[in-house]
């Protein structure tokens, strides 16, 4: 056991003992439900434990301008809602083990249910939510409460958050100190330590994007290592469907090792199987037309966008390329931690990303290099995400037209592509006349720096009771 923890490499020792460490801190700092949109996360694990597919409507025939937002979601437990309303008249401040109002008690001892709607979640996929429902049906089988199950769900998502990133790192065949420091986002540990089902995307984003490129090196790729990369990709679009331009990664595989013909074959294959798949699903979800109907016009703003997409792109760029409002997708990629009301000291994210540069030039022996070609690849998937993400958001929560702003975008958003930055970095040279022993230390001394003052801030935004 001791040689073969031995064999396991120091950045992967590191991202382990670190996100062990302050994944658990985070756990027993935050409150329940205080991570965003979390009670519908939670919501989403807990149906899906009971074999909930579809969301139900709270009241099945709405008027023509009535509110759509909140009518769709499930029957849970009650004690599920006065967790909830606790949390949110008690701010997450001074609160104690159960979370709960004990006005309630009753009503929870007589197992009685009351609907919640999940909003913005009611379409996520079951994926996102393995973890958490493994540990509430722990919890179920074990015969405990509800609040037992949650911590439960938090523990599982850290542990899968962590075991995923960690097989990532492993595979990743550019700078594995830059793929340590984008694990280690305080941002999505925070994630990986609620219910979020975000945390499984940006995990099995960082998984598939190491599992591609450590192809680009090899001689002949099989078909079996194809099917297991269309099987992710499938799911990646079903998690994230703004996801599927990490597809392009396919063409950094060399011609020679991976032909023409196969990549047209198996891309539009993996290509189609990617639509139908995600057709199939959000068939037995909501309709987003009706879903996001309080807010905007999600099939109306595609009309106006095709007609004149100048509406669009002028937004984008006057107040997010060359505006102010793009601060805030910084800020919130790293350090905008509870209901986006726990914000980091801005210092901490700029030595935060400051950290991550100076680690993606750390090159190892055995790196991969890029050519010019796969550069521009490479970039274009990251314009090409941002542009979705950016749009994707648009579309479901901004009136038709709208310029003065893009509601509802935060940069937690950006995380799951965020590997894609490493490889530009890559080089078979060092990079820097620097032991890679000397670098190591001080990335890792400024990562535990940015790690405890996120602590700090939590701790100092959720005092204990």
């Known amino acids: 056991m001791l040689d073969k923890i031995k064999r396991i490499s120091f950045l992967n020792r590191l991202f382990l003992l670190l996100s062990v460490v302050f994944g658990v801190v985070m756990i027993n700092i935050v409150p329940p439900v205080q991570a965003p949109d979390e009670i519908g996360h939670f919501i989403k694990a807990y149906s ?14 709405l008027a023509k301008n009535e509110s ?40 929870i001892k007589k197992g009685e249910e009351a609907f919640i709607g999940t909003g913005g979640i009611t379409n996520y996929f079951f994926v996102n ?91 002949h790729i099989s078909n079996l290592k194809l099917a297991i990369s269309a099987v992710l990709m499938v799911i990646l679009v079903l998690l994230k469907p703004t996801l599927i331009v990490l597809g392009m990664l396919f063409f950094l595989i060399p011609n020679k090792s991976f032909s023409i013909q196969r990549k047209a074959i ?52 006057k107040n997010y390329l060359f505006g102010t409002k793009g601060d805030y997708i910084v800020y919130s990629s790293v350090g905008m931690f509870g209901l986006l009301d726990a914000p980091m000291g801005v210092h901490w994210i700029v030595l935060y990303f400051m950290t991550l540069v100076g680690a993606c030039f750390v090159q190892e022996k055995d790196n991969q290099g890029l ?33 003065a702003s893009i509601e509802g975008l935060q940069g937690r958003y950006f995380i799951p592509a965020s590997l894609l930055i490493v490889p530009l970095f890559s080089s078979k040279d060092k990079l820097l006349n620097i032991k890679n022993g000397k670098l ?25 009771g």
Do not use: H
């Open 129 to 219: 939510y393995i973890p958490q429902i493994i540990g509430i049906k722990v919890g179920k089988a074990f015969e405990k409460p509800v609040i037992w199950q949650y911590y439960a769900a938090r523990y599982l998502n850290l542990i899968f958050y962590i075991v995923i990133v960690f097989m990532a790192i492993k595979r990743f065949p550019f700078s594995k100190l830059g793929a340590t420091i984008l694990g280690l986002n305080p941002m999505a540990l925070f994630l990986a330590s609620s219910t979020s089902g975000d945390a499984m995307i940006i995990a099995m984003s960082f998984f598939f994007i190491s599992w591609l490129t450590s192809l680009i090196g090899k001689g």
């Open 371 to 403: 050519i010019a070609y796969q550069r521009v690849i490479v970039i274009v998937m990251m314009i090409l995400y941002a542009i979705l993400t950016f749009f994707a958001l648009y579309q479901i929560w901004n009136k038709v037209g709208r310029t």
């Open 68 to 107: 759509t937002w909140g009518n769709f979601g499930f029957e849970v437990p009650y004690e599920i809602k006065s967790m909830n309303s606790y949390a949110l008249d008690t701010n997450g401040k001074k609160t104690k083990y159960p979370y709960q109002y004990k006005i309630d008690e009753v009503k």
């Open 440 to 464: 190591n230390l001080v990335v890792s001394l400024c990562i535990l720096m940015v790690l405890i003052a996120a602590v700090i801030t939590l701790s100092t935004r959720y005092p204990v």
């Open 48 to 61: 899906f434990s009971e074999f909930k597919v579809r969301p139900q409507a709270n009241k099945k025939k």
């Open 266 to 317: 198996w891309g539009i294959s993996i290509f189609a199987a990617c639509i139908l798949f995600y057709v199939l699903w959000n068939k037995m979800m909501i309709d987003q037309q009706i879903l996001y109907r309080d807010f905007a016009n999600p099939s109306k703003q595609v009309a106006t966008f095709l007609k004149d997409p100048a509406i669009f792109f002028e937004n984008f760029r």
